[in-house]
């Protein structure tokens, strides 16, 4: 099945021929779907703090840094915001030279002025076409307008990554969501007079990226009196997933060569495995707002940082008693109340052993990566988002699942998901050292039995993709999870360019 210039290509980018097999395979069997004991809820997995509660975080989290703790920001970017712009290509492209009434470019249209790029737009317009933005659109050239949003003549945002995208307009200028991440990076997560912070990038942007940071960092770091200390990632080759024929055999280019695809964001947790920092932030690079509504970012993000600190804290403390052999029945008993409660981990184990066998179970249960997740009550549509479900060892725990990972053709799981009153936002912190300050080896903990796989298109054939478990899904199945509890205010997603226009993006 593989020939000699197969292999060469396979190892070319860092992979194995049993990766490739097992991937192939997988094109055969399938993911299995996830078998849930229900969506997580107040109470039921996931954690509402009191305003008491949510102080002594926030004083443990200001500790953590005042004692000189290791954090970091870790922000996905390699996307590029084609996505974004999508009713705006069907527009260009289309035979209408003015947008539907009440259709998204219609409004894009009528409030083009509120865009934070009006500015960067009108002088691509006069440059283009020797008109403004608003002459352009008396005289009915809607479509000139859009062209110059998305195109590579005009502001090119149709193919430049969501980072470097203006997102929001300020008396003095203008800033990318690059350029705000730094910002909250800076007022959230400072140690040691420094900021911490890692882009994944795309390989075709990382130029763009480090032209970015070279031409506004200095003002940043004037402004908030702090150093940044800045890295980029691109997304591992050996990483990429080989695609399949509709009939589970290898599919092939015309001159012969394997097919290979983005495995997806779950990819990065080899990017987020090489990083040197025991509390690590992830944040989506979308999900940014200007300074005067930042204040709910930073007071959520200073509460979950520090209850993944006082979690740690007993994790810890549990795992040294375990480690000397310093603990008595009540102690295990403590300690499985913790695992029961804060954790919302259930094993039949726990009620079955004593003594060592138990102390040993809990021990290697919490001897792994832990991560706290903000969690916003769901006002929209259910989907994946926050459940208890079954691991492969029996027991249960806490897991962020995509809607896909759920069984369709099954009533009760149906309606667990319709269930749910809480959605995932990508608002997590995570703890990824050991208490002896050496790091978790994090593909260790990857259940990979919850990738999914989709249908593509190459070169106008059909194919079928693999995705990798997700970064926060399966990814990192086998971690200690907590979730808690974060208002809406934090989850102010950039999913189209119309978004921009939302009360939360304006000055």
């Known amino acids: 099945m593989l020939n000699q210039n197969d292999l060469t290509q396979i190892a070319s980018r860092g992979a194995s021929v049993e990766t490739i097999e097992s991937q192939l395979h997988r094109f055969a069997t399938g993911f299995p779907y996830l078998r849930l004991v229900g969506s997580a809820t107040i109470g039921k997995g996931i954690t509402r703090l009191s305003p008491e509660e949510e102080q002594e975080a926030i004083d443990r989290w200001k500790k953590y840094l005042s004692d000189g703790g290791e954090v970091m920001k870790f922000v996905p970017a390699s996307g590029a915001a084609s996505r974004m712009f999508k009713a705006l290509f069907s527009f260009v492209d289309g035979k209408e030279d003015q947008p539907a009434p009440g259709s998204p470019v219609a409004e894009l249209i009528e409030r083009i002025d509120e865009t934070p790029f009006y500015d960067e737009l009108d002088k691509a317009c006069v440059r283009l076409h020797g008109m403004s933005v608003k002459d352009l659109i008396a005289a009915r050239r809607a479509k000139d307008v859009i062209a110059a949003i998305i195109r590579p003549e005009g502001l090119n945002y149709g193919q430049l990554p969501k980072a470097l995208l203006t997102f929001h307009k300020y008396t003095d200028g203008v800033r990318t969501s690059l350029e705000e991440q730094l910002v909250e990076g800076a007022m959230t997560a400072a140690a040691n007079g420094k900021v911490r912070l890692h882009f994944t990038v795309s390989a075709d942007h990382r130029k763009l990226f480090e032209e970015k940071i070279a031409d506004v960092l200095p003002s940043i770091e004037e402004r908030t009196g702090l150093k940044f200390d800045i890295t980029m990632s691109e997304q591992k080759p050996s990483t990429d997933t080989v695609a399949a024929t509709i009939d589970n055999q290898l599919f092939r280019d015309d001159n012969g060569r394997l097919v290979f695809r983005p495995g997806g964001h779950g990819a990065l947790i080899e990017n987020l495995n090489d990083i040197d920092s025991a509390v690590v932030f992830i944040k989506n690079i979308d999900n940014v707002v200007p300074d005067s509504r930042r204040q709910p970012t930073i007071h959520y993000k200073q509460v979950i940082g520090g209850l993944l600190i006082l979690v740690h804290d007993r994790i810890a403390a549990y795992l040294e008693a375990i480690t000397t052999g310093c603990y008595t029945d009540s102690d295990l008993q403590e300690m499985k ?6 954790l919302s981990t259930s094993d039949q184990r726990f009620d079955r052993l004593s003594g060592k066998a138990l102390a040993e179970l809990i021990k290697e249960k919490l001897n792994r990566p832990l991560r706290v997740c903000g969690m916003v009550r769901n006002e929209g549509e259910p989907g994946g988002g926050p459940f208890i479900a079954y691991n492969a060892d029996g027991s249960a725990s806490p897991q962020i699942l995509e809607s896909t990972q759920i069984d369709p053709s099954s009533d009760e799981a149906q309606a667990m998901m319709k269930s749910a009153t809480h959605f995932n ?15 978790y ?20 054939r059909e194919l079928k993709a693999l995705e990798l478990p997700g970064l926060w899904n399966g990814a990192m199945s086998d971690w200690s999870t907590v979730f808690v509890e974060v208002p809406a205010a934090t989850f102010n997603p950039v999913k189209t360019v119309n978004d921009l226009l939302r009360p939360a993006h304006q000055n």
């Open 337 to 342: 109340k913790f695992m029961q409660t804060t």
């Open 425 to 439: 936002p990508v608002d997590l912190v995570c703890y990824l050292k050991r208490p002896d300050g050496s790091s």
């Open 441 to 460: 080896y994090l593909p260790d903990y990857v259940d990979a039995n919850t990738g999914f796989i989709s249908s593509k298109s190459f070169a106008g």
